[in-house]
């Protein structure tokens, strides 16, 4: 609106009508007063008032109350502002189930390794049982080795005892025998001497019968010497019998003691056999660990990168939806100013305003 200098001019607020300065020079003039003059509870200016006013009036001249402007720029400033809400909240959802499929994903793969390590450990247990059973059969035959080292020993010792009397029975034999040939010597020298005193039978018949009496004396001996010599044939029998009988008792001790010696060597296999599967199931486990560990590491390490990442994009999006919202806010604020001075506008100047729009408007 332009004027001439010098012509009055007047407030345009309908409800003022103060008279303004007069203008001075060319360029823009004010339409309303610049004194710091106010309207209402509000402190409204001229211009804020005039504005206020034409809003209501806008409003109550409409006949369609959807399709007014003002009630659907505020249904759009407030669309505007919930929908960035609506935006983070589905992103937030997303990441909640992002994290919680990753997260189950991770415990399920730890929870796989425990169970595995528990095999581990349980085929472990029961290789050490397995060695624990071959030592106690290794020291069982062990032990039967050394009972029949010991019968081994007791039957040398019997055998030598036997041998013993065995010699003990042979010299008495053959000092039976030597006093056995001393008595047939003397024997054969009596008969001689009989001999001699038959061609001199006449001469010395006490003599022959001196030499019969020691004759008859000598065969009693030499029959006594026999039975002595049989005592002793039938005591160096009885040793030969029970040197055979202990010898039969060391060749079962010897077999016995080869039986437990073959046991106590197939028990060592079976121990040493039973050491290298524990050491193989111990490396096993070992190496099962190793290998669950690292990947228990490695997936750890990328449930923590795409955790970081996760983390990182969600507060670039919190950020940026923050930012979204404040502007939101502003605006909606703005919006909330502007609907709250039109709304002590039309208070001020009793201005009638549909029920749907008032009820919008509180």
Not at 67 to 76: E, I, P, R, S
Not at 223 to 234: H, M
């Amino acid at each position: 609106m332009t004027e001439d200098a010098g012509q009055p001019r007047i407030c345009e607020y309908r409800r003022c009508g103060a008279p303004l300065p007069p203008a001075v020079g060319r360029g823009s003039r004010a339409r309303f007063c610049q004194d710091g003059k106010t309207w209402g509870r509000r402190n409204l200016s001229c211009r804020d008032a005039e504005a206020v006013l034409s809003d209501a009036e806008s409003l109550r001249e409409s006949d369609t109350e959807l399709d007014d402007t003002a009630v659907t720029a505020l249904a759009g400033q407030v669309d505007r502002v919930l929908e960035p809400a609506r935006g983070l909240v589905e992103t937030l959802t997303t990441l909640r189930h992002q994290l919680e499929a990753t997260t189950a994903a991770a415990l399920a793969e730890r929870d796989a390794a425990l169970a595995e390590a528990d095999d581990d450990r349980r085929r472990r247990g029961l290789a050490e049982a397995e060695a624990a059973q071959a030592r106690d059969v290794a020291d069982e035959a062990t032990r039967t080795a050394a009972d029949a080292e010991k019968e081994k020993a007791a039957a040398l010792r019997e055998r030598d005892d036997d041998r013993a009397a065995r010699r003990a029975a042979m010299q008495e034999q053959q000092r039976a025998e030597g006093q056995l040939a001393a008595v047939r010597d003397e024997l054969g020298r009596v008969a001689e001497r009989a001999d001699a005193t038959a061609a001199l039978a006449g001469e010395r018949a006490a003599v022959i019968a001196t030499l019969t009496a020691e004759l008859a004396a000598a065969r009693g001996a030499l029959d006594d010497e026999r039975e002595r010599g049989q005592a002793a044939a039938a005591r160096a029998d009885s040793a030969e019998a029970r040197a055979e009988t202990t010898t039969a008792r060391l060749d079962a001790a010897e077999t016995r003691a080869e039986a437990a010696e073959a046991r106590a060597e197939a028990a060592a296999g079976r121990l040493d056999a039973a050491r290298e599967e524990l050491s193989r199931a111990a490396t096993a486990h070992q190496a099962a660990l190793e290998q669950a560990r690292a990947a228990g590491d490695r997936r750890l390490a990328e449930v923590q990168a795409a955790h970081e990442q996760t983390v990182r994009s969600m507060h670039e999006t919190t950020t940026n939806l923050g930012a979204e919202l404040r502007a939101c806010a502003g605006r909606a604020d703005n919006a909330e100013r502007a609907l709250a001075r039109t709304l002590a506008v039309l208070r001020e100047a009793d201005v009638s305003v549909p029920e749907d729009v008032a009820a919008m408007l509180k």
